[in-house]
């Protein structure tokens, strides 16, 4: 960040609500300022994870096949969400970091160069799909079955990937800007109107799986337009094509802080691509039961995950203003509430497995026998990922670019692939169920050293 300046000829009352936002990010207590941050962040990710389940559950009434199609294009969506959490993180931590340090100009150009390749880079995305669908959809795992199913689904979300890849971007400039609240209005908006369009477009309309991905690129299409609003609010975060500033410096600074998010999400990507083929040796109603166990791993973790989503900004802010002793407490204090509310949930879903599997499916045993025996492993290692995402987090706001990165591709491809390849072959469906809950256990090994090494060097 050598390369940000000063904004001494900027006038006072431009930047009174960032001098002001610095003071209360840097001086309230730790733990109400994260509960503060943290309240719509979380409402943000169980509102989403909450339309995934409902996706599936729509979907679930039109066939294994269908449902199977969601889990395919599932990929896809984590590579959209990949390019949108590379851009909203590099550009929200370089902004967090410089309004924690007093530079505003910077921060402002930052955020319009920041958004404006997201949603240029969303379109790419789109053309370059979209050329490519049918490869693309027998690539992710889709069977003979599936594949009409899942080319539906996959076209109408490519075709919203723009704005789908920049609500993302905007979403996470809001909240290290530390105005969550903004944000989760804008994806609250469309979650609510994703989970009403769903099953007016699929059984109402009869558009079947078609309606579901209709649904999701017209909702989104409404969260782009309120967070470009929410944006407009703020001087730091206004987007203006005026300010487009594409320079090398620049995009060094998003890589630098958004690679973390950009390897986490690619690796997940590869991670089902590869969890699908697997599957798909075992048929239609194995896919199927791992698209519906992700979903609800995705809700169990959601919660954990907006709680360090607020965490972010606080950390940022007070590591920009050398206030190490707090970005320190600030971890501690998270992981003291993660880690038991992780404890209960595996416990629930340990208990209700079959119960909670056929509200998606019930009329299938062999993907309630699948996806039960599955979630079950699963909630052995979720309490560990509390301290994993935290930590990566941590490591990530804090410019330990390298490290973040290391603990970003180590669950889902470091540990997870080699495991998969090697028990399936072995040991079947077992072998393929079992490699998520052990690479789980590897990537806790892993980031207790690391993280707990950068604590140490903090004065």
Request: one cysteine or more.
């Amino acid at each position: 960040m050598s390369h940000i300046v000063g904004d001494e000829d900027a006038s006072l009352s431009v930047h009174l609500e960032d001098i002001q936002k610095r003071r209360y990010m840097t001086t309230l207590p730790v733990s109400s300022l994260i509960c503060r941050m943290s309240v719509p962040t979380i409402i943000v990710m169980l509102a989403t994870s909450l339309y995934n389940l409902a996706d599936s559950f729509f979907v679930g009434h039109l066939g294994t096949s269908a449902i199977a199609a969601v889990g395919v294009v599932f990929p896809l969506m984590a590579i959209i969400q990949a390019m949108g959490f590379f851009f909203g993180h590099g550009t929200g931590i370089f902004l967090s970091k410089a309004l924690g340090a007093g530079n505003y100009s910077q921060a402002s150009t930052m955020a319009s160069t920041g958004v404006i390749s997201a949603f240029l880079c969303g379109c790419v995305l789109a053309l370059t799909g979209l050329i490519s669908a049918k490869p693309l959809a027998s690539l992710c795992g889709a069977t003979a079955t599936v594949f009409p199913f899942a080319y539906d689904y996959m076209f109408f979300i490519l075709l919203g990937a723009p704005w789908i890849l920049t609500s993302l971007t905007m979403n996470n400039l809001l909240r290290y800007h530390g105005s969550p609240l903004y944000g989760m209005i804008g994806i609250l908006a469309g979650v609510i109107l994703n989970i009403g369009l769903n099953p007016f477009f699929i059984f109402v309309l009869g558009l079947g799986i078609k309606g579901s991905a209709i649904a999701t690129m017209v909702s989104q299409f409404l969260s782009f337009i309120i967070l470009i609003l929410a944006c407009s609010k703020h001087e730091a975060t206004r987007i203006r094509l005026a300010a487009f500033s594409p320079s090398a410096s620049l995009y060094k600074d998003i890589i630098k802080g958004g690679m973390p998010s950009l390897f986490r999400q690619s690796f997940a990507s590869i991670a089902s691509i590869c969890l699908n083929n697997s599957a798909a040796l075992f048929g239609d109603a194995a896919i199927a039961a791992i698209s519906v166990v992700q979903r609800i791993l995705i809700f169990a973790a959601s919660v954990i995950t907006g709680f360090g989503q607020g965490f972010q900004p606080v950390c940022g802010y007070n590591f920009g203003a050398k206030l190490y002793g707090r970005a320190k407490e600030a971890f501690f204090f998270c992981l003291k509430v993660s880690i038991p509310v992780l404890l209960v949930f595996s416990v629930l879903i340990f208990n209700f497995a079959e119960d909670v599997i056929r509200l998606f499916r019930k009329d299938d045993a062999e993907l309630v026998e699948i996806g039960a025996f599955y979630i079950r492993l699963q909630s052995f290692t979720l309490p560990l990922m509390g301290f994993v995402i935290l930590t990566n987090m941590l490591l990530q706001s804090t410019g330990h670019a390298v490290k973040a990165a290391l603990m970003a591709v180590s669950r889902q491809g470091l540990f997870l692939l080699p495991i998969l390849f090697t028990l399936t072959p072995k040991f079947g469906l077992l072998g393929m169920q079992l490699s998520q809950p052990l690479a789980d256990l590897c990537a806790f090994l892993l980031c207790v050293p690391l993280g707990l090494s950068e604590l140490k060097k903090w004065k």
